[in-house]
């Protein structure tokens, strides 16, 4: 069992950085992938970028890639996303999740936790 709470949102105008976090608790964190996901209004809950249980591992989705860093700090239970060079087609709630195991996937629905989610919002 993993609690998730997110912080770090907010308004920012485009172009510009934020760092999401997302401290989890209940369980060895570092047995847990951890990935960000963000769902615009009307929209789909879509994949952001994971991260393996000792941080070796991570992946990107093609619309991110580049501008956001995934990272995790086991000791203090904690994932990060690191976004720059933000755009308006980025606003969303940003919502972390985690999975037991170590299979890569980019599938909502194979991740059990999930946080409340965190708004992002970029203005033009």
């Known amino acids: 069992q993993v609690q998730l709470v997110e912080s770090g949102g907010g308004l920012v105008q485009a172009g510009g950085s934020l760092r999401l976090s997302c401290a989890a608790s209940?369980?060895?964190?570092?047995?847990?992938?951890m990935a960000w996901f963000r769902q615009a209004p009307g929209k789909e809950r879509e994949f952001v970028a994971m991260i393996g249980g000792n941080g070796g591992s991570t992946y990107y989705a093609g619309s991110v890639k580049g501008r956001c860093t995934i990272s995790r700090d086991n000791a203090k239970a904690t994932v990060y996303l690191q976004m720059h060079s933000l755009k308006p087609e980025d606003t969303a709630v940003y919502f972390c999740a985690a999975r037991f195991g170590s299979v890569i996937t980019t599938r909502a629905s194979d991740y059990r936790y999930w946080g409340q989610g965190t708004q992002v919002t970029v203005s033009s």
């Open positions: 209940g369980d060895t964190f570092s047995s847990y992938f």
